[in-house]
């Protein structure tokens, strides 16, 4: 089984990438882990992995020497820097690594920004015209990638996500700190009262990833729930769970238009049969949980707590 073949992760201490490596160790997979040398890597010695290599140069020779030793066929890069020019030297020096050590595959992940004009149904197929300094980024990253990988014969995939989330601590979630502020009896500022969006767990990625990963897949896969949820509507649920009530004042509720988008999924289902396991309501509920109890899981109890979310 492919699966049974070693993994590279670049970032792997990041959002997307400890994830990742969450669901690699509970499946078996064999995996690397590279992070720069300043990365703390507590997140991942707490989820019990410890093969982790720090550099801040992918082609140093005693890491190529390294990993041509254990023969990866997959690099998944989730490596990321605002900096521009860094990030666009990671990217080229990620792919030249997997071509070295003769990666079979290499997987980069983008985001629903690429493509620009936000709607409902959005497919791989559209034409991206990006409005974001990070859509952009992304995209640009994309293109080259996609390029550079053909070039050498590398088998080439990239992910397009909808709003990532987690139930772990994350400040740049909205809400995240909603709940946070709610349970310290705060009032937290509502934005976006209208707007819909799609939601997509963390650990729902992850999956993603090992499936096209797993498949052996190649070009553009959307990844999110396949729907828009309005922002009111969490809300209430939010408010509900810690018995409260969402009061919006008269100049809100005059706004009625919502702007909203969803990913098309189907892609994903059709050529994997992957979907989704964890709803944004159950995901939102159980971190409600947390901080209504004041109850923190360890990485072992997170763990199992979202596998049962996903029977």
Not at 76 to 86: G, K, R, S, Y
Not at 145 to 168: D, G, T, V
Not at 175 to 190: A, L, R, W
Not at 250 to 270: A, G, H, Q, R, T
């Amino acid at each position: 089984m492919f699966m049974g073949k070693r993994i590279i992760v670049t970032g792997a201490n990041g959002f997307i990438g400890s994830h990742l490596i969450s669901e690699l160790v509970a499946s078996n997979t064999p995996a690397t882990a590279i992070v720069k040398n300043s990365s703390n890597i507590d997140i991942l010695k707490k989820n019990k992995f410890y093969n982790i290599i720090k550099t801040d140069n992918y082609l140093d020779p005693s890491l190529i020497r390294q990993l041509s030793i254990s023969k990866p066929e997959y690099f998944v890069h989730c490596a990321w820097n605002e900096n521009v020019l860094t990030n666009s030297k990671l990217l080229l020096n990620a792919i030249e690594l997997a071509k070295i050590i003769n990666c079979k595959g290499f997987l980069t992940i983008g985001t629903f920004e690429e493509y620009g004009e936000l709607k409902n149904n959005l497919l791989e197929s559209q034409l991206c015209n990006p409005k974001s300094d990070f859509g952009n980024l992304k995209y640009a990253m994309h293109i080259t990638a996609k390029n550079i990988c053909k070039s050498l014969n590398i088998k080439y995939c990239h992910i397009r996500l909808s709003i990532p989330y987690s139930i772990r601590d994350n400040q740049d979630f909205y809400f995240t700190n909603v709940i946070k502020e709610i349970s310290k009896g705060q009032q937290p500022m509502i934005q976006s009262l209208y707007s819909a969006k799609d939601y997509i767990h963390a650990s729902d990625i992850a999956r993603a990833i090992i499936d096209l990963v797993e498949n052996q897949q190649e070009g553009t896969f959307n990844i999110g729930s396949g729907e828009a949820i309005s922002t009111k509507s969490l809300l209430n649920m939010i408010y509900q769970k810690f018995g409260k009530q969402l009061k919006v004042n008269d100049i809100m509720e005059e706004k009625k238009e919502i702007d909203e988008f969803s990913l098309n999924i189907k892609k994903m289902y059709s050529k994997v049969l992957w979907k989704p396991s964890i709803s944004i309501w159950d995901g939102l509920s159980l971190l409600v949980h947390e901080n209504k109890f004041n109850s923190k899981p360890s990485m072992e109890e997170f763990a199992d707590r979202i596998r049962n979310l996903c029977k």
